[in-house]
């Protein structure tokens, strides 16, 4: 593709396979380069000890590591011995059962072991210590050296331009575009420029001014002497690759030595600016000197574990540098601020050629068709996650955290609390359990509402579903259903648009038709150009010129900041920090507002999905007639100086009406037996409104055109797979999500969402599965840890399906 010059900063194993990908899709102004002399320029590539294991609770992390493996075998860089993860503990033997779920809802072959087929796969095992193993036969070595060798070479021979020991000095910017990086050896002209520099990730970022969430951090390896037991072995690897996860170990072989990998030390963070360069480190920048001391735990437990290690000693370490982020997940994406300043930061070998692949689509094509990506963009961040203090203090507990059994809910221990509503005070006088969502305090229940179980009889779930559960949220269910309930909804996001351009915009960007009277709310899409969905979201039409966006998160803010017109006709606004939001729901939500807002608010006054500004007491509210949990009701919007008097104002007139709080546990319940839509978990940019049960969102062609329209004719509205209602019997709530679907024998798809519903005593788990199979009263199965439960196709939504509720 001649015309974009294109500057990849990096020659480790990420910018060699985009260098790679890129050159194949054509493009032939391509020039990588790296302080270091290639293939082993002294990064974290250079001495990673390659081990893939390719099983993750992220879909797109195991796909990516599948095509790494796949790619690498083909170039004859990845030497294909399995991998297997041992359990010794009954804890660690239940996680691997999950980890099996994982692998085989994402396509992966795996299978759980007895403790006598681990010792058959691996002779060095204390057959007294394994309880079990998870075999992924997959599994293997990565020769990264060899790697970012072979794919530099491929992309040489496409013309691609390779500039060893050369240090980036600077990024030159231009009218906020790139222009050039500057050297030490010159200026090299650009157009788009790819940070694919590993450590010194944060520190070229910072070159245009991008805050990038990324700590190096010490991880140490070492290597023993010679094993007897492993003595006259020719091959590098006979064995699978080994984690011990329970003492936060892993274990390759070379030959006749064992590597053994160690995080169960304390976390040891380097500043990307301290890190030496390739002439002054006395190894490599990369390797920082070994401390005995630290390791010492990981060696006794090796000795243990593999009994045959005590016949060898350590002969040498490392303290090597890997790159950690806040939430575990890649940096991709073009920066918000200079256009055409890209990253591929936060990637190991692991995912290193899948990542090439996606960042050659995206650069080339616009989108990436290979990977949904939106767990991966460098944009999802809240601006309180790029502080110094919060990535240093969250990468470093990600670091302790990396083999840890980590439930679904399980929140953040430190920086609490960071973002609370205004709410917060009365929530704990109320006695809340709190999570976490997107910073903000939430409660999931409210300890106050104990006595709503009296004489109920609520299912409890099984250990693993009980964690972050309490009977309570059984009986705040119920209550909604019942009375009326406040459910704190102030961390979604909240987008203002306004301008004389903005219906145009929101039109031109949305699949919904927005183009309604002052009051209307329509709830649509926001669509890649592929047709794939990127958010749900609603949009209230406040004044002639004025829309206000309920949306998922900052990639939907980013979206909308990308799509601007130039001609300033419109202005955006994050509200979010300085609103909140009450939902107001139940059968008795009219008893309880009218009285306090007004006629308007009385029957037949206030139709389903419109808006309007009022005052309820004396609190001035945008009031929208939406609800989530499918009963009658409001959302509710004020200031955040008024939020305290809004929940005070609701909470006292509803004391004759048997108000609750009502916590998340409860919401999530009463959603999905409603049958809504979670963006992110239940559909994402892989999946289009037809699959996901949303083609009713999709305006009609003669309201004009928008992004994705002409992606989803070509789609058409006959999908080949669907998301899918299940019903489960058996205990509350024991299904949580990414868990595989059978039919028989064969895994034919996976859970979303998933929760108890109380209100039709079942449990519900949301699917994709084949079309074929998508039809009501076809039994499968769900795989749960070593159990199959039984779920048979519904009709949806479970719930009121006339709407006589919601429209009441």
């Known amino acids: ?17 985009l260098a790679d990908e890129l050159s194949a899709k054509g493009w032939d102004d391509i020039t990588v380069v790296d302080q270091g002399a290639v293939p082993s320029t ?117 013309g691609t331009r390779l ?66 037991a492993l003595s006259g072995q020719t091959e590098e690897a006979l064995r699978p690759i080994l984690r011990h996860q329970d003492a936060d170990l892993y274990y390759r072989e070379r030959f006749d030595r064992l590597g053994i990998g160690y995080y169960g030390h304390r976390p040891m963070p380097v500043r990307p600016e301290e890190i030496l ?154 006695d809340a359990y709190f999570l976490e969502a997107g910073g903000w305090e939430r409660p999931q229940w409210y300890g106050a509402n104990a006595s709503l179980l009296e004489g109920r009889d609520v299912p409890e779930p099984g250990d693993w579903a009980a964690r972050h559960w309490s009977p309570i949220v059984a009986a705040e269910a119920q209550a909604s259903r019942e009375s009326v309930a406040l459910y704190d909804m102030t961390a979604l996001k909240r987008i203002e648009v306004g301008g004389r351009g903005a219906v145009a915009f929101l039109q031109r960007l949305s699949t919904g038709d927005v183009d309604k009277s002052v009051g209307s709310v329509t709830y649509c899409l926001l669509l890649d150009h592929d047709g794939g969905i990127r958010s749900d979201i609603t949009v209230a039409r406040l004044g002639r010129d004025l829309f206000q966006v309920g949306a998922n998160g900052n990639l939907d803010l980013d979206w909308f900041h990308r799509h601007l017109p130039a001609d300033g006709s419109v202005v ?54 939406l609800s989530y949990i499918g009963e009658l009701g409001w959302e509710l919007y004020t200031t955040a100086d008024m939020g305290a008097k809004l929940w005070d104002t609701l909470w006292e007139q509803g004391q004759r009406h048997g108000i609750i709080a009502g916590g998340r546990g409860a919401f999530n319940s009463l959603r999905l037996e409603k049958g809504y839509r979670s963006f992110g978990t239940d559909m994402t940019y892989e999946h289009d409104p037809y699959e996901a049960g949303l083609g009713f969102a999709v305006r009609k062609a003669d309201k004009g055109d928008f992004i994705g329209r002409a992606a989803l004719q070509e789609r058409g509205t006959a999908p080949r797979r669907r998301l899918t209602c299940l019903t489960v019997d058996g205990p509350a709530a024991v299904v949580m999500g990414k868990e595989p679907v059978y039919d028989g024998e064969d895994c034919v798809g996976y859970v979303t969402s998933a929760a108890y519903g109380y209100t039709i005593g079942r449990g519900i788990a ?26 048979v196709v519904a009709e949806e939504p479970l719930y009121d399906p006339a709407m006589e509720r919601l429209r009441g």
């Open 277 to 430: 360069s390739v002439d002054a480190a006395e190894v490599m920048p990369s390797v920082m000197s070994f401390t005995e001391d630290d390791f010492a735990p990981a060696w006794t437990e090796t000795r243990a574990l593999l009994p045959a290690a005590q016949e060898a000693k350590l002969e040498e370490g490392i303290n090597g540098l890997f790159s950690f982020t806040t939430d575990n997940m890649p940096l991709l994406g073009e920066s918000p601020e200079v256009k055409g300043f890209w990253v591929a930061e936060a990637v190991w070998v692991t995912h290193s050629a899948g990542v090439g692949r996606a960042m050659a689509e995206w650069l080339a094509d616009g989108r990436c068709s290979s990977f949904d990506l939106h767990e991966c963009d460098v944009n999802r961040f809240e601006p309180h996650q790029l502080s110094p203090e919060y990535v240093l203090t969250r990468d470093c507990q990600n670091f302790v955290e990396v083999y840890d059994i980590i439930h679904p809910l399980q929140p953040p221990e430190n920086l609490r609390p960071l973002r609370t509503s205004p709410f917060y005070s009365r929530q704990r006088e109320l």
């Open 163 to 228: 500039l060893e020991r050369h240090e980036v000095l600077d990024i030159r910017v231009e009218d906020d575009r790139v222009a050039a990086v500057v050297t030490d050896r010159g200026e090299i002209p650009a157009d788009i420029v790819v940070c694919c520099a590993g450590i010194w990730g944060p520190k070229v970022a910072g070159m245009v001014g991008m805050s990038l969430p990324l700590t190096p951090l010490a991880h140490q390896l070492a290597w023993t002497g010679p094993v007897p």
């Open 572 to 625: 955006i606004r994050d509200i979010t920090a300085g609103t909140c939001c009450i939902g107001v729901w139940g059968p008795r939500a009219r008893d309880l507002v009218a009285p306090l807002a007004g006629p308007d608010f009385a029957a037949g006054g206030f139709r389903y999905f419109r808006g309007k500004r009022a005052h309820v007491g004396t609190v001035p509210v945008t009031a929208l007639r």
């Open 42 to 158: 002294g990064g974290s590539s250079s001495h990673a000890p390659g081990l893939v294991f390719q099983t993750n609770p992220s879909k797109t992390m195991t796909e990516m590591a599948r095509y790494t493996v796949e790619k690498l075998m083909a170039l004859d860089c990845f030497l294909q011995v399995g991998g297997l993860e041992v359990a010794t503990t009954p804890e660690r033997l239940v996680e691997l059962r999950r980890r099996h779920g994982w692998a085989t809802a994402w396509g992966v072959e795996a299978h759980l072991l007895t403790p006598e087929q681990c010792l058959e796969r691996h002779s060095l095992l204390d057959p007294e210590r394994v309880l079990g193993g998870l075999h992924v036969p997959t599994d293997g070595l990565a020769r990264a050296v060899r790697a970012v060798e072979v794919q530099l070479r491929r992309a040489q021979e496409r």
């Open 1 to 17: 593709m001649t015309g974009q010059r294109v500057v990849i900063i990096g020659a480790g194993v990420v910018g060699a396979a």
């Open 766 to 791: 949301y699917a994709w599965l084949p079309a074929e199979l998508s039809v009501p009263g076809r039994t499968l199965h769900i795989g749960y840890f070593d159990r199959r439960l039984a779920a």
